[in-house]
C-alpha cells in the first residue's frame, strides 16, 4: 500500500478532507519509520498495524487541528488595536497558520498561510471582493520551506503554536527563528475544547522558556479568552 493511498485514507474524515497532504504524509512516513513497519505487504491496510497507525494519526490530526476548526469566532476590533498600539499601524502581516483571522481585517499586503484548502479558499475570495492586494496559499508550517515566505513588519502565530506542538515537539524555536519579521505576535487560547468539554489551561511553561532565553524583548497582555505574546525582533 503507497503512502499516498494512507493518506488519501487519513483523510476521508469530513474535518480532516481538506489538510495539505504534506502534513500527513509527513506523519505517516515518520510512524512508519519509527515502528520499523513496513507498508508495502500484501494487505497493509487490514493489519494490526495499519489500523492502530491509522487510529493514532487520526487522533494526532484532530488534536492539532480539527477541533480549532471548528470554533471560529472574530476577534474583537480592540485586541488588534492593543497589538498594533505596540507593533506601529502593521506596513505588511504574514498570518502562519491564520485559520479565518484574516476575515477580521481589511488590509493591503496580508499575506495569510494556512494547511486548510478550504480556509484558503475562504480567504482569496474575501481578499478579491474587497480589493486588496493580498494573498492567500496553503502552506505546512512542519514541512514547508520559510525561504519563500516574505520579510514583514508583523507576524501573527495566532493560536497556532500549541498544536504544533501537539504533532512535532519543540518546535515552536524553531518555527520562530526563521520567521523575517520586526515583530512576532503569539497567542494562546486560555480555553480549549478537549472531549466537548471547556479546559481551563493556566500558563505555558514551555513557551515561557523560549521567550527567557530567546527572546527576552516582548510584550504581553490578555483578553478573557486569550493570552497574547509580541515579541520585538528588531529596534
Known amino acids: 500500500m503507497n503512502l499516498l493511498e494512507i493518506c488519501s485514507n487519513i483523510k476521508k474524515k469530513k474535518e480532516l478532507k481538506d489538510i495539505k497532504d504534506s502534513l500527513v504524509l509527513s506523519l505517516v512516513e515518520s510512524y512508519l519509520k519509527e515502528n520499523n513497519i513496513n507498508s508495502d505487504v500484501k494487505n497493509f491496510e487490514k493489519t494490526k498495524n495499519y489500523k492502530v497507525m491509522f487510529k493514532e494519526i487520526r487522533k494526532k490530526l484532530r488534536k492539532s487541528y480539527g477541533s480549532f476548526k471548528e470554533y471560529y469566532e472574530p476577534r474583537k476590533k480592540?485586541?488588534?488595536?492593543?497589538?498594533?498600539?505596540?507593533?506601529?499601524?502593521?506596513?505588511?502581516?504574514?498570518?502562519?497558520?491564520?485559520?479565518l483571522t484574516p476575515l477580521d481585517l481589511k488590509l493591503n499586503n496580508y499575506y495569510a498561510y494556512d494547511i486548510s484548502s478550504e480556509n484558503i479558499k475562504k480567504i482569496s475570495e474575501y481578499?478579491?471582493?474587497?480589493?486588496?492586494?493580498?494573498?492567500?496559499?496553503?502552506?505546512?508550517?512542519?514541512?514547508?520551506?520559510?525561504?519563500?515566505?516574505?520579510?514583514?513588519?508583523?507576524?501573527?502565530?495566532?493560536?497556532?503554536?500549541?498544536?504544533?506542538?501537539?504533532?512535532?515537539?519543540?518546535?515552536?524555536?524553531?518555527?520562530?527563528?526563521?520567521?523575517?519579521?520586526?515583530?512576532?505576535?503569539?497567542?494562546?487560547?486560555?480555553?480549549?475544547?478537549?472531549?466537548?468539554?471547556?479546559?481551563?489551561?493556566?500558563?505555558?511553561?514551555?513557551?515561557?522558556?523560549?521567550?527567557k532565553y530567546n527572546f527576552k524583548n516582548y510584550e504581553t497582555f490578555d483578553t478573557d479568552d486569550e493570552v497574547f505574546y509580541i515579541i520585538r525582533l528588531v529596534f
Open 78 to 99: 480592540e485586541v488588534y488595536e492593543k497589538i498594533f498600539e505596540i507593533t506601529g499601524s502593521p506596513k505588511s502581516i504574514l498570518d502562519l497558520g491564520c485559520g
Open 127 to 211: 481578499f478579491k471582493k474587497n480589493n486588496l492586494k493580498s494573498k492567500a496559499e496553503l502552506f505546512d508550517l512542519i514541512n514547508d520551506n520559510y525561504e519563500k515566505l516574505p520579510k514583514v513588519h508583523v507576524c501573527f502565530l495566532l493560536k497556532v503554536l500549541e498544536s504544533l506542538e501537539a504533532i512535532k515537539k519543540n518546535i515552536s524555536l524553531e518555527i520562530l527563528n526563521k520567521i523575517k519579521a520586526d515583530f512576532i505576535v503569539v497567542s494562546f487560547a486560555k480555553k480549549v475544547l478537549s472531549n466537548n468539554q471547556i479546559i481551563k489551561k493556566k500558563g505555558r511553561r514551555w513557551f515561557k522558556r523560549i521567550l
